[in-house]
């Protein structure tokens, strides 16, 4: 009795699921349609100079053609290329929301909307109220004679892998288009630091770009922003950047015309678990600060090592996470930092400066000299050595760099497995400065001794750092 009970709760549990499934979409797709746009730009384009590819250089002929081609209107003067994309409407005041690459360098951007009560008949022109290349994302505006149909944002968190989603936009020219598939995959990076794409099997083809990815309430949960094709087609992979970046973008390029993202001011790299052991931490998390540059987090006594393991109040996974959490917040704000510092915990407060601000600005290492010392030993699979007057012009090291120079590198080693390269400078060992093979020698010992592992080295490559662990047994 009791399991034909249960087998008929199943049998109601999967009808209420085939029910809750929409029988169409023509519903959703005539709600949210009147506020999908959508969009042309026109770039003008310097002509060709002269005869190329026609002629060589240099021919008795090549007059000749010159002339023939200005005749024709082939020559130098300017033509104008379009270039076809898709938006949405997220104000009834004239809003829209495309990609950056969209309209990039555009010269002129006009907006057509999708057939509909209440909508404008005609094209209008827009205008670009502020782009973000980093998410690729542009906010345009256009004066309407009237209130326009918009669209609003939804909570892309909370998006699962299977939901259904609707891509509407321009494919490939051919006008207004919809198409359905679901959430393939989430969080997905493609070549930024803010990335987080919603990736769909929903068709998306070239024009679909800017158009939104909607849920099944009719929310935008993300912009279609990229395929991932070999032949530039369709093939299920699509990627739309998710709702909860999209808006705080959004909301900076409206008030400000430009993006504003928090700037802590460190380098950091991700802790994996031989890092994690050669530091004595319980577990691989956190970012690892590799430099500290003059800014907030020198100021506020971050220092080359330090762990991160919190931002904010919220734990610190890895660096991409960091990147996300420090940009996301209100520049300005002084926020708690929590560090691992050799073997416990400490708290520091930190004021946030501007990303943007920083990134305009370049940076000069100073300090003083070392003497020479070229003295070689072979140490962990590495060849080192003090650095020369020779060496530091030829490696461009900054004056005041201290450190060991590594001169050779054992290819079997798991100093080669792991990228180090003669050239590359060892500044600290064991979170200790280096400034001697003597020192290098004591930091291995003194590792030894407490019975780590691995030893933590922190070594710079044109002039980028990065930490390195390499196992003690070498």
Same mark, same amino acid.
Request: aromatic share 6%.
């Given at each position: 009795m009791l399991l034909a009970g249960l087998a008929m709760m199943m049998v109601l549990a999967q009808v209420a699921i085939a029910q809750a499934r929409p029988d169409s979409l023509a519903p959703l797709a005539d709600k949210v349609s009147p506020a999908v746009v959508n969009?042309?730009?026109?770039?003008v384009v310097e002509g060709r100079a002269g005869p190329q590819g026609i002629v060589p250089e240099g021919s008795p002929f090549e007059d000749f053609f010159r002339e023939f081609q200005d005749r024709n209107g082939q020559g130098t003067r300017p033509r104008r290329s379009s270039a076809l994309g898709s938006g949405f409407v997220i104000s009834e005041d004239g809003y829209i929301v495309t990609n950056n690459h969209v309209i990039e360098e555009a010269d002129e951007i006009e907006i057509e909307f999708f057939p509909g009560d209440g909508q404008p008949a005609q094209p209008l022109p827009a205008k670009v109220v502020g782009t973000d290349p980093n998410t690729d994302i542009a906010l345009l505006k256009?004066?309407?004679?009237?209130?326009? %149909?918009?669209?609003?944002?939804?909570? %892309?968190?909370?998006?699962?892998?299977?939901?259904?989603?609707v891509a509407m936009g321009n494919p490939l020219g051919q006008g207004f288009s919809v198409s359905a598939g679901i959430v393939s995959a989430r969080n997905r990076e493609l070549s930024g630091s803010y990335d987080d794409y919603? =990736?769909?099997?929903?068709?998306?083809?070239?024009?679909? %770009?800017?158009?939104?990815?909607f849920n099944m309430d009719g929310e935008v949960i993300g912009v279609n922003t990229a395929i991932l094709s070999p032949n530039g087609g369709s093939i299920g992979i699509g990627f739309s950047m998710a709702s909860n970046v999209v808006t705080k973008v959004v909301d900076q390029l409206r008030e400000y015309g430009e993006t504003r993202r928090g700037w802590l001011g460190v380098r950091i790299q991700d802790v994996t678990s031989d890092v994690a052991e050669a530091m004595g931490m319980d577990s691989a998390k956190g970012a690892l600060v590799t430099d500290v540059p003059e800014g907030p987090a020198k100021e506020a006594g971050l220092l080359a090592g330090d762990v991160i393991l919190s931002f904010d109040g919220a734990d610190v996974e890895d660096t991409r996470g960091l990147v996300r959490q420090v940009g996301n917040t209100e520049v300005g704000k002084a926020v708690r930092v929590v560090v691992y510092r050799e073997g416990k915990t400490?708290? @520091?407060r930190v004021t946030l400066g501007r990303r943007e601000d920083a990134q305009r600005q370049a940076g000069a290492d100073t300090g003083g000299e070392i003497a020479p010392d070229t003295r070689e030993k072979e140490l962990l699979g590495l060849t080192v050595s003090r650095l020369s007057d020779d060496q530091r012009s030829e490696l461009n090291v900054p004056e005041g760099t201290d450190g060991l120079v590594i001169t050779g590198v054992d290819e079997t080693s798991e100093a080669f497995e792991k990228g180090l390269r003669a050239g590359d400078i060892i500044t600290e060992?064991?979170? =200790?400065? @280096? %400034?001697?093979?003597?020192? @290098?020698e004591d930091r291995i010992s003194e590792a030894k001794e407490a019975g780590r592992k691995s030893l933590l080295l922190l070594v710079r490559r044109a002039g980028e750092p990065r930490?390195?662990? @390499?196992?003690l047994a070498e």
């Open positions: 969009i042309t730009t026109t770039t256009v004066d309407a004679p009237m209130p326009l %149909s918009f669209v609003k944002f939804g909570d %892309s968190d909370i998006a699962r892998v299977g939901d259904w989603v919603i =990736q769909t099997d929903a068709a998306i083809n070239r024009g679909n %770009s800017g158009g939104p990815l400490e708290t @520091l060992a064991g979170q =200790q400065k @280096l %400034s001697t093979i003597a020192e @290098l930490f390195v662990a @390499l196992n």
